[in-house]
């Protein structure tokens, strides 16, 4: 497993950006596939974008698409979403996880290693 820690979360106007940044421990991280998630109050869980070990497979959730881009650097051991275009909508806790697989999935279950989240709140 890999520790991972992220960063970069804060308040923002609605139409503003933001970059999260989740930094993960140990030698393997490249092998890994990596995601990010968020889950408002009261909502449950939603994955928002997936990135496969070699950055090459990307997958985003529909209440994203346009706006946020995941991208990686292995020789940093980091994971990045780029958020453009905030929405209220988009307040939540964002998460990071790691999938030894190695491949984007966009199911939660699937992801061995967790980050200790981000708070991401997003004023009108």
């Known amino acids: 497993q890999v520790q991972l820690v992220e960063s970069g979360g804060g308040l923002v106007q609605a139409g503003g950006s933001l970059r999260l940044s989740c930094a993960a421990s140990?030698?393997?991280?490249?092998?890994?596939?990596m995601g990010w998630s968020r889950q408002a109050p009261g909502k449950e869980r939603e994955f928002v974008a997936t990135?496969?070990?070699?950055?090459?497979?990307?997958y985003y959730g529909d209440s994203v698409k346009g706006r946020f881009t995941i991208s990686r650097d292995n020789a940093k051991n980091t994971v990045y979403l780029q958020m453009n275009s905030l929405k209220p909508e988009d307040t939540a806790v964002y998460y990071c996880?790691?999938?030894?697989?190695?491949?984007?999935?966009?199911?939660?279950?699937?992801?061995?290693?967790w980050g200790q989240g981000t708070q991401v709140t997003v004023s009108s």
């Open positions: 990135i496969s070990w070699s950055g090459g497979n990307t």
């Open positions: 996880a790691a999938d030894s697989r190695g491949i984007a999935s966009m199911f939660s279950r699937e992801y061995d290693s």
């Open positions: 140990g030698r393997t991280f490249r092998r890994y596939g």
